[in-house]
């Protein structure tokens, strides 16, 4: 249980990361690691407390509580404790197919959890999770697990994110001859192109596929399956098919002046600018994109943060960033107790860098735009926004967001980013499938089998916008599934 006394002798520390004027002159991660004497001290603050919420990852009041994977999280924390980071590795592999991703780009649910967070700062989980894997890549440990047996059974996955991948890694060990289709240039889906090469390094993905390569796997990139791969020929092709293409329909923000020029998708921005670094190896950065501009950012969320880190490297001239809700509060209010997700202020690395640059916070809470604002070419050059309040709808007895009368107000905008999330997958891979729909616009599945005999689905097309951390679960539910049917049995856990 790592040092019985750990959690009372040593404070929580966590590596440190470039200063934010230093880090924003490049798209290099800026977090680095601790020194070793210090991560056997964030090992040695594990509990192992009687009851682990850390690896429940289940649902308490509507949220999540603890690590989706149900990563063995005590038993590592103890190993990191006792420097047997080969042994850490082998047990965080059991859970975790790629804590390469996870270890970077989860918001740590186990710590959330961590009994710790009663009464103290929560163990560095994510810290120790992200040592154990460099780790492991750096002694050599990763090395490709080919199947010893083929089964003579083949599998399509289309989509390759991490529940993609994850399925295809797992049934590729199986036996099962597998094939990824994926549509863009690049394996990795929103890890490739969604979330910003600072926040995730792109080599980690691309040493993953040489990895998964090397073990069996088949990747067809530039193959939008559903446009130029026909559906009936894949289905013909292959024994089993697993939908796997997120839910990359973005949530729009429609108001008078939507038609303006210089209103983007935030994906298609932070795509626009990985693609631009990773084809030119990094040599060519796509400052006419945000450079002098007034930036608006319309969401709160984790791609609002990733577009404002971006717009700052990109030398836009101000970044603001709407929210709807209000404010969160800087502690944990009484009707959000420990170990549910706490519901309380963050501000992330996007953030952080503005305000080294402006002073100011880019954030403006209980706002939206009203309107789009164009110049004589067309192009936008405002937002007129609205505050909100929250007021109890009487019908639904919900909470709505209802705009204050007289609370306009005008901003400088030449590039706005719609940051609002996403409305379900996209319509013409399901149709192409033939498999029902939800309300949600995701695949309707009875335990991850779509309606159509042969076709399964996992991932945010199944579940709606999440996690990686549960995309990757999914990939790993799927994949029992789809062994069991093609088997009558399974061993893959």
């Known amino acids: 249980m790592g040092k019985p006394t750990g959690f009372l002798e040593y404070e929580r520390q966590t590596g440190k990361e470039r200063l934010p004027k230093e880090r924003i002159v490049d798209f290099h991660e800026f977090h680095e690691p601790l020194p070793p004497a210090r991560q056997k001290e964030q090992g040695a603050r594990c509990m192992a407390c009687g009851v682990p919420f850390c690896q429940f990852g289940g649902n308490l009041n509507g949220m999540a509580s603890g690590c989706p994977l149900n990563n063995l999280v005590p038993e590592f924390n103890d190993l990191v404790y006792h420097e047997q980071y080969g042994q850490a590795y082998k047990r965080l592999q059991k859970t975790n197919c790629f804590p390469e991703f996870t270890s970077r780009v989860c918001p740590a649910l ?37 199947p010893k047996i083929r089964t003579g059974k083949t599998v399509a996955v289309i989509g390759s994110g991490p529940a993609g991948l994850a399925a295809a890694l797992l049934l590729n060990r199986r ?56 559906a009936k020929e894949i ?36 795509s626009e600018v990985t693609k631009t670094l990773l084809d030119s190896d990094f040599a060519k950065v796509p400052y006419e994109l945000a450079k002098d501009k007034n930036v608006v950012i319309i969401g709160g969320g984790d791609t609002g943060n990733d577009c404002a880190g971006t717009a700052v490297r990109l030398s ?6 709407l929210e709807m809700m209000p404010k969160p509060p800087e502690k944990r209010s009484e009707n959000n107790p420990w170990p549910e997700w706490p519901r309380v202020l963050k501000t992330d690395y996007g953030q952080q860098e503005v305000i080294a640059l402006s002073g100011n916070d880019p954030r403006i809470y209980q706002t939206t735009v009203k309107e789009y604002i164009k110049n004589e070419a067309g192009e936008v050059c405002a937002i007129r926004t609205v505050r909100l309040e929250p007021k109890k709808n009487k019908k639904t007895g919900r909470i709505d967001m209802v705009p204050v009368k007289g609370s306009e107000q005008t901003i400088p905008a030449d590039l706005v980013l719609i940051a609002a999330g996403f409305t379900g997958a996209e319509d013409y891979v399901m149709d192409a499938f033939q498999v029902k729909k939800t309300g949600r616009n995701t695949v309707e599945d009875t335990g991850f089998a779509s309606s159509v005999p042969n076709v399964f689905t996992a991932g945010d097309m199944r579940r709606g916008q999440s996690l990686v951390v549960w995309a990757i679960r999914e990939g790993k539910e799927a994949a029992r599934e789809v062994d069991l049917s093609l088997m009558g049995y399974t061993n893959l856990s």
Do not use: W
């Open 110 to 146: 186990c710590e959330a959890a961590c009994t710790c967070n009663v009464n103290t700062d929560p163990v560095a989980t994510k810290e120790n999770e992200r040592a154990i894997i460099d780790r492991a890549f750096a002694e050599g440990l990763v090395v490709p697990h080919p």
């Open 175 to 230: 036996g099962h001859s597998v094939t990824v289709f994926e549509r863009h240039d690049r394996i990795g889906g929103l890890l490739m192109y969604g979330i910003p090469n600072m926040k995730l390094e792109k080599s980690a993905i691309e040493r993953r596929r040489k990895l998964m390569e090397e073990e069996g796997v088949v990747f067809r990139t530039n193959t939008d399956v559903g446009r130029d791969q026909d």
């Open 235 to 270: 289905l013909a092709s292959f024994d089993r098919v697993i939908l796997a293409c997120g839910a990359s329909r973005p949530r729009d923000i429609d108001a008078p002046g939507r038609d303006a020029k210089g209103i983007r998708f935030a994906v298609d921005f932070l």
């Open 316 to 321: 836009a001239k101000s970044v603001v960033q």
